[in-house]
Each structure stands twice: as C-alpha cells, then as structure tokens.
Antibody, heavy 120, light 113 residues
Framework: QITLKESGPMLVKSTQTLTLTCTFSGFSFDTSGVAVGWIRQPPGKALEWLALIYWDDDKRYSPSLKTRLSITKDTSKNQVVLDMTNMDPADTGTYYC????????????WGQGTLVTVSS | DIVVTQSPDSLAVSLGETATINCKSSQSVLYSSNNKNYLAWYQQMPGQPPKLLIYWASTRESGVPDRFSGSGSGTDFTLTITGLQAEDVAVYYCQHYFGTPYSFGQGTKLEIK
C-alpha cells in the first residue's frame, strides 16, 4: 500500500522560502518510471500542478513558477522536498504530494495535504 | 502547453438522474502509438484530497462505482454519473498527463437539486 504525507510550516511570511517535505512508503525510487509530484490548491479554487521528480532525478516544473521552485529527493529517507522561494499571500493554500507509477501516469494516491498560510 | 477547460463550473442534478461534466483540452491528448487518451478524472470531497475515478479517459479505477463512466477522445471528454446519489456531491476535476506541464481543469461543483 502506497501512502504519502506532507509536512512543513503552517504559516510563513511574505518573501520567505517555504520548505515542504513529502514522506512516503510503499514504493521506492529504485523502481524505474516512478515519480512524485506536488500540486497545490488555494482555498475554494482549483488544483494547480507545481513540480515533479522522477526516479532518475529528472525534474519538471510549472512554467509559471519555475524560477521559484526546487524539487529534490532523499532516497535514503523516502522523502521528496519542495522549496518555494519569495512566498506571497497569493501562495496560501493546501499543498499536496502525490504518486505517479511506472505504468500509471496519473496522480494516485495523494497525501492528505498541508495548509500553508502566507502572511504579509 | 495544454490547457484543460471544464464545463459547466457548477451543476445541480436531482437524485437518481444523470450528471454530465465536460472537459476540453487545447490540443489532442491521444497518443497515436498506443491509441490511449492521457486524461484522468478525480473527485474531491470537502476537506479531502482528490480521489482518482477514471484514467485513460474511460477506464474506471478499481472500487469506483459503475455509475461513473468516462468517454471521449482527442480533445473532448465527458464524465457521466448515472443514477446520482447523495454521496456524489463533490467537485470533479479532469487532468491531462500528456507530458509536462500537467494541468487540471478548473473544476465542476456537483450539487443535488
């Protein structure tokens, strides 16, 4: 059974850097084709894909946020870390991490999400 | 980049009736080499993460009731819920996975009339 859980600060200030950690179990980055992605959702709004990291360390980013994002993995800890710089109140929302399988190219399952509020 | 647009933004349907949600991509998500449409549908209940319903545009995920069905190909897709039940009240999203950047539709809020 694959599970993912997000962790990080609930509150950050404008201009600060947000660091979120996704801790997972039930799979390994040793498996060719797997990936972990980050998706966010402002309160009452739609889902927005942010970033993706593959088993081979290939990294992909949302074009609109590329300059502010960095995604890394720590295979020894079964973790994926997302850094987002220069936070703004518009970045307030729930941040999810989710799994992409080797042959299942969609997001499933998802973590429960973590709500991040950015104060001005 | 592929943009995914859903319609309508909200929908009210009577219990037992059929709900239809549309999703249109700005370019085809049909991969010719395997004849598969790289599109998924998710259901999101309040306060919960999205739950996968449909992948490859029309394949129902294990455990998903058969009243949920997906159809379409290329750029136009539909999620149909037949025999609407009270527990189907949620926001529904489509998402393309035809290469990055991935994108989601803006969501369709389904309510009971």
């Amino acid at each position: 059974q694959i599970t993912l859980k997000e962790s990080g600060p609930m509150l950050v200030k404008s201009t600060q850097t947000l660091t979120l950690t996704c801790t997972f179990s039930g799979f390994s980055f040793d498996t060719s084709g797997v990936a972990v992605g980050w998706i966010r959702q402002p309160p009452g709004k739609a889902l927005e894909w942010l970033a993706l990291i593959y088993w081979d360390d290939d990294k992909r980013y949302s074009p609109s946020l590329k300059t502010r994002l960095s995604i890394t993995k720590d295979t020894s800890k079964n973790q994926v870390v997302l850094d987002m710089t220069n936070m703004d109140p518009a970045d307030t929302g729930t941040y999810y991490c989710a799994y992409i399988g080797a042959v299942r190219h969609w997001f499933d399952p998802w973590g429960q999400g973590t709500l991040v509020t950015v104060s001005s | 980049d592929i943009v995914v647009t859903q319609s309508p933004d909200s929908l009210a349907v009577s219990l037992g009736e059929t709900a239809t949600i549309n999703c249109k991509s700005s370019q085809s998500v049909l991969y010719s080499s395997n004849n598969k449409n790289y599109l998924a549908w998710y259901q999101q209940m309040p306060g919960q993460p999205p739950k996968l319903l449909i992948y490859w545009a029309s394949t129902r995920e294990s455990g998903v009731p058969d009243r949920f069905s997906g159809s379409g190909s290329g750029t136009d897709f539909t999620l149909t819920i037949t025999g609407l039940q009270a527990e189907d009240v949620a926001v529904y999203y489509c998402q393309h996975y035809f290469g990055t950047p991935y994108s989601f539709g803006q969501g369709t809020k389904l309510e009971i009339k």
